[in-house]
């Protein structure tokens, strides 16, 4: 005679304390695959172990594809970076500079060389040694003048003056002479043969000019 009765239905094997929160922590795995050094972490382990990674390849492939969007939008992150910087260059950092590059004068830059940053304002020790620097190389009358509106010669002068302002013990010269009219290069060796005579200052002159070699050697 059959039994009409169902049978029982299969009682579930108890897990262990160890078992309940392996399968916690995969869970956490799961929610937090989002982020990227956690996506990476638990990749590194999935790929060190080929039987968890056929446990667990939804999450394998979560890990994944994690990863590849926090590389894209790093990259859309950098592209856009690139772009505000570029636009806050041509939108306001050039036209800052050649605002500034029109409006300087000379103290300005001498100033700059002395702070490390342009001033913008020059207190009067500042100005006492600009001026200074300026006497020593006959440019003292330039110290309000706007680079701009300098000189070739006159120009080479202020430069020069920015090179001495901070007491150096050696002047490195390239081709000073370079683009300066006759009277501008005479003035500006006259300079030069003054400095070369100073015994607290050592000079290097490079240059391809026969005469100023011959003016400022000792």
Known sequence: MLNDR??????????????????????????QVGQADIAAEVLAQLDADAQARHDHLALYLSCRESLRAHKARTQR?????????????????EPMRALRLKTSRAIDLLVATLRGAWPFRVT????????KALARVGGEKLIDKPIAGLSGGETQR?????????????????????????????????VLSEIS?????????????????ARTAT
Do not use: C
């Open 158 to 190: 202020v430069f020069l003056a920015r090179a001495l302002i901070n007491d150096p013990v050696l002047l490195i010269l390239d081709e000073p002479t370079a683009g300066v009219d006759t009277k501008g290069r005479a003035e500006f060796m006259d």
């Open 77 to 93: 992150n950098k592209r856009i970076g690139q772009l505000v910087r570029q636009a806050g260059r041509v939108l306001v950092v």
């Open 6 to 31: 169902p049978y029982p239905a299969p009682r579930k094997a108890k897990r262990s304390a160890v078992e309940i929160e392996e399968e916690r922590a995969w869970v956490r795995f799961y929610r």
């Open 124 to 131: 009067e020790p500042e100005r006492e040694r600009a001026r």
């Open 197 to 213: 005579r100073s015994d607290e200052l050592a000079a290097i002159l490079v240059t391809h000019n026969l005469a100023a070699i």
